[in-house]
């Protein structure tokens, strides 16, 4: 696999031309499209991607290695493929919507003003993960553990605690409220 190194990517379509599949050091994607785009198999290891359109795209085998992910769109991403070994990224200001981290390990990861509206965390491992002034509309936690994951900023989350692990994770009024919707009970 060719070795791609501290290369900057500004403003290319790789929805519409090939995207190599190599493995990306040092590199930034700058206002990209990856709209649908198959990246099976590349490596990225501290690269960041700024105001990209990752939308829809098929990761599968791809390794995220100290990746930044700022101010992109990546709806619809199924991270459940992806490479596990090494993963690490961080979310600032990124829409990921509809994504499914479905058994990732995603251990103190940072996501910091997200959207994570109709994400399905089902069986991940989000232990120390910081969400900090992250949306949760209608997101999926099941079996999940979130041991010491902060939420102390975030809303509009709904945590079963007894169908998921959530041992000394930090949360604040009213959006604490969010783990004892389940109870149907009544609060005033």
Not at 46 to 59: P, R, Y
Not at 105 to 117: A, E, V
Not at 163 to 168: E, H, T
Request: glycine content about 2%.
């Amino acid at each position: 696999m060719e070795l791609i190194e501290e290369k900057v990517f500004e403003g290319l379509d790789f929805s519409s031309q090939k995207f190599e599949i190599a493995e990306y050091e040092h590199c930034k994607f700058i206002k990209c499209n990856f709209h649908e785009t198959d990246v099976r198999g590349a490596v990225f290891s501290d690269v960041i991607f700024d105001q990209c359109d990752l939308a829809m795209m098929k990761i599968n085998n791809s390794s995220f290695r100290e990746v930044v992910c700022s101010s992109c769109k990546m709806i619809g991403i199924q991270f459940e493929h992806i490479n596990p070994f090494g993963l690490s990224v961080k979310f600032v200001d990124t829409n990921l919507d509809h994504s499914n981290f479905y058994k990732v390990i995603m251990r103190k990861t940072n996501f910091i003003n997200c959207s994570l509206k109709e994400v399905d965390f089902s069986d991940s491992d989000l232990t120390a993960c910081v969400f900090d002034n992250c949306d949760f509309h209608l997101a999926i936690f099941d079996s999940t553990v979130l041991n010491n994951a902060d939420f102390r900023t975030s809303y509009n989350y709904s945590i079963d605690p007894i169908a998921n692990k959530i041992k000394q994770s930090r949360h604040s009024y009213p959006s604490v409220l969010g783990l004892v919707n389940q109870l149907d009970i009544l609060i005033d």
